[in-house]
């Protein structure tokens, strides 16, 4: 004769009672410990002042091989973020050949030189990236004035020089 024992059921242990283990504590090596180069002066950068409207030049190091040099980013300051915090960031736009080009540099880097205030303007905004569509659509009216004017150009080149004589005096006598 076989005898089953039945024994009691362990409690449900419910999972939000237990620490959760996320995927993203893990234990990523990083370079935070080691020096990589000589501490930035926080405090003149502070004094510095960025805000929005600001036309500012960014003095950026660039290692290239052994040797370091410093190129200039010239522009608009569009946004200054995380106030005075470490991580504070500041955002510059400038246009080159038709086309915007925004930088976002952190405050406290010591891969930034100096930063050299241009000129300060008067703005009603804290964050200015309306400019962006101000700028395209500006453009694209400089292109419209600029396809216009090749447009009459070719009518005139096109007639006969009888035409053109009396298409200027009509425009002198409408003058008078």
Not at 14 to 34: E, G, Q, S, Y
Request: one cysteine or more; glycine letters at 6%; hydrophobic letters at 40%.
């Amino acid at each position: 004769m076989n005898i089953a024992v039945v024994t009691k059921p362990e409690p449900r242990v419910r999972a939000f009672f237990l620490p959760k283990k996320c995927r993203h504590d893990k234990v990523i090596p990083t370079m935070a410990n080691k020096v990589i180069s000589p501490a930035v002066d926080a405090a003149k950068l502070a004094a510095l002042d960025l805000r929005a409207g600001d036309t500012v030049r960014v003095w950026q190091k660039i290692k290239e091989k052994d040797k370091f040099r410093l190129q200039a980013f010239e522009g608009l300051v569009l946004a200054r973020k995380h106030g005075g915090q470490a991580g504070a960031t500041f955002t510059v736009r400038k246009v080159v050949d038709g086309v915007g080009v925004e930088r976002i540099f952190p405050l406290y880097s010591p891969a930034i030189d100096k930063v050299e205030l241009i000129k300060r303007s008067k703005v009603r905004r804290a964050k200015l990236y309306f400019i962006r569509e101000k700028a395209a659509k500006e453009i694209r009216h400089q292109m419209r004035r600029i396809m216009d004017t090749k447009y009459e150009e070719e009518e005139v080149v096109g007639a006969p020089v009888e035409v053109k004589i009396e298409a200027e005096g009509k425009k002198e006598e409408a003058k008078k």
